[in-house]
């Protein structure tokens, strides 16, 4: 299946939240991660990426928003491929192409909550246990993280929250 990958615009939004209610039901809006984006996360829509099928319906999306724990960074989540285009490696691209995005303005780290053996790909891995945390329950195992830059997380500490202004 051809894709594209483009930044996330105002114009997906409706398509984003179908293919996120598809891939998670509505559980999603019970996960840890949630926390971290309803207490002020800023989303980033020209480093959060969308996929588009041939026809340029969205089929998939990574999102990146803006937090703080300590230091300013980025997180990742929801990252999310509609059922009918899973297993095809359009979420990895998804990820890698929002990662590209963060590192061209400079970013320090993204962290995200999510199966290290998938993202271990695109460089992330478990962050040092008790270094960061969420507003909420996560197993530690889950927490990851990735520098974008040398040094990138010498600062980061804490819960992640919202950036300061």
């Known amino acids: ?5 483009v930044a996330e615009k105002p114009e997906h939004a409706a398509a984003i939240e179908r293919v996120l209610d598809r891939a998670f039901g ?12 309803e207490r002020g996360a800023m989303l980033e829509p020209w480093l959060s990426r969308v996929a588009l099928d041939s026809e ?4 998939g999306v990574c999102r990146i928003w803006r937090v703080e724990a300590g230091a300013p960074l980025y997180f990742l989540g929801p990252l999310a491929v ?21 590192r061209s303005v400079g970013g320090s ?5 999510g199966a290290e053996r998938f993202f271990r790909p695109a ?3 478990v962050a040092p246990e008790g270094r960061i945390g969420l507003p909420g329950p996560v197993d530690p195992k889950r927490l990851l993280w990735l520098e974008l830059r040398p040094g990138g997380f010498d600062k980061v500490r804490g819960e992640i929250g919202a950036p300061k202004p």
């Open 1 to 5: 299946m051809a894709h594209t990958l």
């Open 26 to 37: 509505p559980g999603r809006f019970a996960k840890t991660s949630e926390r971290v984006r």
């Open 56 to 59: 340029g319906e969205v089929i």
């Open 82 to 102: 509609d059922p009918a285009a899973q297993a095809a490696g359009l979420g990895l691209a998804l990820v890698r192409d929002a990662i590209a995005a963060c």
């Open 109 to 113: 780290g993204i962290a995200l909550v």
């Open 123 to 125: 460089g992330f891995s």
